[in-house]
């Protein structure tokens, strides 16, 4: 299974963006999907999960302004982030869990706020 992120881009602070996730396959194959994020010079991080079930768990720092969601006929998994922040400048990478444990990546997209 392969993920494709997009969605990324330069953004002013208080804008929005929306990530999509695309896999390969079914995304149910997977227990959970998920967004993280890394900035230079910090480990990556969890932004926000879905699980096969569709119960939804966000990062502190997020809550309240980023949702994740998904498409399962279109077998996608989006972050749709309101009110952004210099601080939530980032490269964003998508992430799937099976049941098993195996972890597969998308490549990251990079999200930049700035004025």
């Known amino acids: 299974v392969q993920l494709q992120a997009s969605g990324g881009g330069l953004v002013q602070p208080g804008g929005s963006l929306r990530l999509s996730c695309a896999a390969s396959g079914s995304i149910l194959r997977f227990k959970a999907m998920g967004w993280y994020r890394q900035a230079p010079g910090n480990e990556r991080e969890l932004v926000a999960t879905?699980?096969?079930?569709?119960?939804?768990n966000y990062a502190g720092s997020i809550k309240g302004r980023f949702t994740i969601s998904r498409d399962i006929f279109k077998n996608t998994v989006y972050l749709q982030m309101n009110s952004l922040k210099p601080e939530d400048t980032a490269v964003y990478y998508c992430?799937?869990?099976?049941?098993?444990?195996?972890?597969?990546w998308g490549q990251g997209t990079q999200v930049t706020v700035s004025s």
């Open positions: 879905i699980t096969s079930g569709g119960s939804t």
């Open positions: 992430n799937g869990v099976t049941p098993r444990g195996d972890n597969y």
